[in-house]
C-alpha cells in the first residue's frame, strides 16, 4: 500500500501549472522507480491472470498510453499494480509538440483536455528507456503505442508507422496503432474505410516479415475515438477482422464538449479524457462487441474513477481495462480498486 495519502500530494499538484505538475511526476518517478521509496506510491499487484490475444495478463487493469510518452517510468508506473502498462505516442523523430498551454484540468467535471500533438522524444531515445525497464522481467506486460509525426503528410502516414513497428516490435508484448488523437492535422482521417484498410493491410504484410526476422508473434492492436456513429464502427470492427488485427482499444479522447459546456477551460481545443468519456466510450466498447463478436479482444478506456466504472466496462463488452485520467483525479490506489473490483 502507498505511504503517502494521495489527496495530500494532490492538494499540492492541483496548486500547479497541469503540465509543470506532470514533469513533477514524472521526473519524481524516474529518479525512485526501482529504489525503496517506491513504497510511496507502491501497491502489491492483484493476482487476476486472464489470457487474450496470445498474452496472459497478470491481471484486467493497464495504464493507458499518454502518461509516459517516453517510456521513462515504465517500472514507477508497473509499481502501482497495474497488470500491464501502454507508454507512447512514440513518433519516428522527436517532436515538440504544439505550443504551451496545452493540457488544462476542470475538476467541477473530473476532466482534462489535452492538446499535447505528441510530444517526444522520438523511436531511438523511446527504444533506449524500452529497453531499461525491468517491468516485464516482474511479470508486466508491456504495450508501446506507435504514430506518426506531425511533419509527415498524411498520405506517407504508413511509412512512419512502419519504421516505428520495426523499432519496437523485438521489446514489446503487444502494440498499438494510434490513429485516433485529434491533436495531430487529419490523423482520424486514418479510421475511414479506405485509408484503415490500406493502412492496416501494409501493416500486416509487414509484420509477416518481422515474425520471420524475430522468431515471434507480437500482438497488434487499434486505437479508435469515441467520436463515431454506429456505421463506422462497424466499418472499422469489420476492417480489423478483415486485416488480421489482434484487437482493439477503446477510445482515445473526445471532441465533444456537450458534459462541459459553461466550464473554465470548457473551450479548449484538444482532446477531452476523463468522467465526460465514460458514457461515449462505452457506447463505442457496446457496438464493437456486437460487430466483432464474444472473442475479440477489446480494451476499454475513459473515464475508469472506481472499481465500479471499470466493472461497467466490462459490461459494454472490454476484456481489459485502462486508466488515465482517473489516475490523475484519484491516485495509484484506482488502481488496486478497479483490479478487486473485477477479480470481484
Not at 473551450?267 to 457496438?287: C, H, K, M, W, Y
Not at 474513477?305 to 466490462?314: I, L, N, Q, V, Y
Amino acid at each position: 500500500m502507498a505511504l503517502i495519502p494521495y489527496a495530500l500530494s494532490k492538494s499540492v499538484l492541483f496548486k500547479m501549472d497541469p503540465e509543470d505538475a506532470h514533469e513533477l511526476i514524472m521526473n519524481s518517478l524516474a529518479a525512485f522507480q526501482n529504489t525503496p521509496l517506491a513504497c510511496l506510491w507502491g501497491n502489491t499487484r492483484v493476482d487476476d491472470p486472464v489470457e487474450l490475444a496470445g498474452l496472459r495478463f497478470p491481471n484486467r487493469i493497464g495504464m493507458a498510453a499518454g502518461l509516459d510518452k517516453n517510456g521513462r517510468v515504465i517500472d514507477g508506473l508497473g509499481a502501482m499494480g497495474f497488470g500491464f502498462v501502454e507508454v507512447g505516442t512514440v513518433t519516428p523523430k522527436g517532436q515538440a509538440g504544439n505550443p504551451r498551454p496545452r493540457i488544462f484540468r476542470l475538476p467541477e467535471a473530473q476532466a482534462l483536455i489535452n492538446r499535447l500533438g505528441f510530444n517526444n522524444e522520438g523511436l531511438d531515445a523511446f527504444v533506449a528507456n524500452v529497453k531499461k525497464a525491468r517491468y516485464r522481467q516482474s511479470g508486466g506486460l508491456l504495450g508501446l503505442n506507435i504514430g506518426k509525426n506531425a511533419a509527415t503528410p498524411i498520405e506517407n502516414a504508413v511509412d512512419d508507422y512502419i519504421l516505428c513497428l520495426d523499432g519496437v516490435y523485438p521489446h514489446a508484448d503487444y502494440v498499438v496503432v494510434n490513429i485516433s488523437s485529434p491533436n495531430t492535422k487529419n490523423l482520424r482521417t486514418l479510421q475511414s474505410d479506405e485509408a484503415l484498410d490500406a493502412l492496416l493491410g501494409r501493416l500486416q504484410e509487414h509484420r509477416q516479415t518481422l515474425i520471420q526476422r524475430h522468431g515471434r508473434t507480437v500482438p497488434m492492436f487499434v486505437k479508435i475515438a469515441p467520436d463515431l456513429d454506429e456505421t463506422q464502427v462497424g466499418v472499422i470492427a469489420a476492417t480489423l477482422q478483415k486485416n488480421g488485427l489482434d484487437g482493439v482499444i477503446a477510445t482515445n479522447t473526445t471532441l465533444s464538449r456537450d458534459a462541459v459546456k459553461g466550464l473554465q477551460h470548457g473551450e479548449e481545443t484538444g482532446g477531452l479524457s476523463g468522467r465526460p468519456v465514460f458514457e461515449a466510450s462505452n457506447q463505442v466498447i457496446r457496438q464493437l462487441r456486437a460487430a466483432l463478436g464474444p472473442r475479440f479482444p477489446i480494451i476499454g478506456v475513459g473515464g475508469v474513477f472506481s472499481g465500479a466504472d471499470a466493472r461497467a466496462k466490462r459490461e459494454a463488452g472490454a476484456d481489459l481495462v485502462q486508466i488515465y485520467s482517473g489516475l490523475i483525479y484519484e491516485g495509484p490506489g484506482l488502481v488496486n480498486d478497479c483490479a478487486r473490483a473485477l477479480k470481484a
